[in-house]
């Protein structure tokens, strides 16, 4: 996985030289792009932190970038730098995922603590994603029968209400829970349903 750093992408260097002194003086990570194209030809599904996008540049626009950044499947925070007249479109953009926009002339410590906050729940949801496909990892290893009997348990069935149910004997149901939790990698009901407490 990359370091999480906080990308700014912005033709103006002024305003790169700017941001990039804010945030060293914060201590943060970052990397700087003189264009989205140059961004987006380094961006991986591994690339992660926030970006800090301007909403106008020469060429390809802060906007192209976040839709480009959309249709890969990108996860990333994103905040806008607008220019007054841009404050509508930024608006809309917030309603279509993105964390924040800031309008210029920028409140440089206002970003730099909206920049922490959006490294700081890409963090979160990169490690809710990798627990995810974890269990999704798990549960692709069950049997069809350990499946429904998965599903009993969760329902919060006991062994012989499942057995009747699936119409088996106890110590079958009992067999196939053992692996059932084995697969899991849990040692009771409550672990099962704790790993499927984000919604399944």
Known sequence: MNTPRAHLVDDDEAIRDALSWLLKSRGLPFAVYASAEDFLAAWTPA??????????????????????LLERGS????????????????????????FDFFEKPLNDNELASRVEEAMALDTRQRAESATQDS????????????????????AGKYNKVIADELNISMRTVEVHRANLFDKMQVKTAVELANLFKTGR
């Open 135 to 154: 269990v999704n990892a798990r549960v692709s290893r069950l049997t069809t029968r350990e499946r429904q009997i998965m599903e009993l348990v969760l």
């Open 47 to 68: 690339t992660s932190g926030c970006v800090v996008l301007d909403m106008r540049m020469s060429g390809m626009s802060g906007l192209d970038c976040f839709d480009a």
């Open 75 to 98: 996860t990333l925070p994103v905040i806008f730098l607008t220019g007054h007249g841009d404050v509508p479109l930024a608006v809309a953009t917030l309603k279509r995922g993105a």
